[in-house]
């Protein structure tokens, strides 16, 4: 199957700090790409979907100005999380798939943690 | 918003049992994937459904998508120590985009 892959695997910033998540597609260019959140124990929340050279759409209750998203080319998307909180500590996984296929292939995830 | 209702929330079982869960919709979906996520990973793909009705097999594995189209169930046959993880059934709600609902998730432990 196709390979997504994130970076960083985890990382810990002060409150306050931002923090930017990339997500690659490492042999198939990725047409959108998607951004869930998942905290311990739950669910995998979807954040925003992120097409290539547009503006991402974010699922309600998501704050689009906290939480930037740019994909700016086939192979990369990125997630900043602007002057984060403990409260935005979570595990953030990015799926990506291909123009006129269904199957989404997910990143190992990153988890974050505020203090 | 779609959701999805899976179910049981947690299985502890024996070596070599067989395992079933579902999941369950108030609304359409035209595909069904399930996935198994170990700690700290992203999820896997183990098996999609994209046919009312249909059937499909994964090793000892067996998925099929609801004639209605608003359910779907995973059985595991013969579980080993490894299958240990949390399943997550998820549906697609239109063609073509990847977008994915998934369900709260299956905690499966099994004891040797």
């Known amino acids: 199957g196709a390979v997504v892959s994130q970076h960083p695997s985890w990382v810990i910033c002060k409150s306050g700090t931002s923090v930017k998540i990339e997500c690659r597609s490492l042999?198939?260019?990725?047409?959108?790409m998607f951004w869930y959140r998942q905290f311990p124990k739950q669910s995998l929340m979807l954040m925003a979907t992120s097409n290539e050279g547009s503006k991402a759409t974010y699922e309600q209750g998501v704050e689009k100005d906290k939480f930037l998203i740019n994909h700016a080319s086939l192979t990369l998307s990125t997630l900043t999380v602007t002057s984060a909180h403990p409260e935005d500590s979570s595990f953030y996984i990015c799926?990506?798939?291909?123009?006129?296929?269904?199957?989404?292939?997910f990143g190992q995830g990153t988890r974050l943690t505020v203090v | 918003g779609q959701q999805l209702n899976q179910s049981p929330q947690s299985m502890f079982i024996q070596e070599g049992e067989d395992v079933s869960m579902n999941c369950t919709s108030s609304?359409?979906?035209?595909?069904w994937l399930w996935y198994k996520q170990d700690p700290g990973e992203g999820p896997v793909l183990l098996i999609a459904l994209y046919k009312a009705g249909e059937l499909t097999s994964n090793g000892r594995l067996t998925a099929q998508f609801g004639i209605t189209r608003k359910d779907s169930f995973l059985n595991i046959s013969a579980s080993i120590p490894s299958d240990v993880g949390i399943y997550f059934c998820?549906?697609?709600?239109?063609?073509?985009?990847?977008?994915?609902?998934f369900g709260q998730g299956t905690t499966l432990q099994v004891k040797p």
């Open positions: 609304s359409i979906f035209n595909t």
């Open positions: 042999d198939f260019q990725a047409t959108t």
């Open positions: 998820a549906g697609q709600p239109g063609s073509n985009t990847g977008k994915l609902i």
């Open positions: 799926s990506a798939t291909y123009w006129g296929d269904t199957e989404a292939f």
